[in-house]
């Protein structure tokens, strides 16, 4: 009995221990991201990414003792503040989106609202849609029809950044079916809404394999998130292989023509 107690007592204090030490490092570090402003210099932000990057790594590998739920809310809400940031991730970009959600669902990966922000913020802002959907692919290795609830959803993301993104129609085709099989599960308005929608796009995708259009609308989205230089070079290069043309207007906002003849 003894032993039981003393076992129930060490291990919630060793997990304080750790989450204490761990954000002990990082919130400092991550205090001078979100009070960084227009007079830090970049080399100064890049170190900060850099340090932070570490951090993130060491969270990776930071055994939770079960508490992995905790771990992966306490990540999540870093990511938060991290992605907030507007004025510095102007300059630095988003390139930790990523590396935010390896961690985040390596502790929890029936994280469901984790996916969306990852998609959004990893294909759309960091330009980085192969990242997002292998963390996609790795996540869903875990999940099944009904845990968690609704799980669908993922497939659907996973389905549109390869459609959009990567303009992979045969894999987004397959991601949309899965989805639609899933939805199938349920018997409420919004998974039967989500499985006819899923099935349709599939059927679209069948008969419409070419996406250029669609890639280019993505693409420009990216574009017009005021993204750092990087990610904005990304977007144009892959508007411009997809037969778009991206014209700069004098007062810095960019204007897209579409190629005359896609699918």
């Known amino acids: 009995m003894f032993a ?8 919630p204090f060793i997990i304080c221990l750790c989450i204490f030490g761990i954000g002990s490092l990082q919130f400092p570090r991550m205090q001078t991201l979100i009070n960084s402003n227009k007079t830090a210099s970049l080399a100064t932000l890049e170190q900060e990414i850099n340090s932070e990057k570490l951090r993130l790594n060491v ?4 055994p939770s003792f079960g508490y992995d739920n905790l771990m992966a809310n306490w990540i999540y809400l870093n990511f938060i503040q991290y ?18 959600f390896e961690v985040i669902l390596s502790h929890d990966p029936y994280f469901l609202a984790a996916y969306l922000s990852l998609s959004t913020s990893t294909s759309m802002y960091a330009a980085m849609p192969e990242r997002s959907i292998s963390l996609m692919e790795k996540g869903l290795k875990s999940l099944s029809p009904l845990i968690p609830k609704k799980s669908y959803y993922v497939w659907r993301y996973k389905g549109i950044d390869e ?31 989500v499985a006819f929608l899923s099935q349709k796009t ?37 508007i411009e292989a997809l ?21």
């Open 83 to 100: 992605f907030g940031d507007d004025e510095v991730r102007a300059r630095t970009g988003y390139s930790l989106s990523p590396e935010y």
């Open 59 to 62: 969270l990776k590998k930071l």
């Open 202 to 238: 599939a059927e679209f995708i069948q008969h419409n394999p070419d996406s250029r259009i669609a890639q280019i609308a993505a693409w420009t989205m990216v574009l017009n998130n005021k993204v750092d230089s990087k990610t904005q070079k990304r977007a144009i290069s892959a």
């Open 4 to 11: 039981l107690s003393r076992q129930t007592l060490t291990i």
């Open 163 to 193: 459609l959009l993104f990567l303009g992979n129609s045969t894999a987004a085709r397959q991601s949309f079916i899965t989805a639609a099989t899933w939805a199938n599960n349920y018997s409420d308005n919004e998974s039967k809404q």
């Open 243 to 263: 037969g778009g043309i991206v014209v700069s207007n004098p007062d810095g906002t960019t204007k897209i023509k579409f190629p005359t003849k896609a699918g």
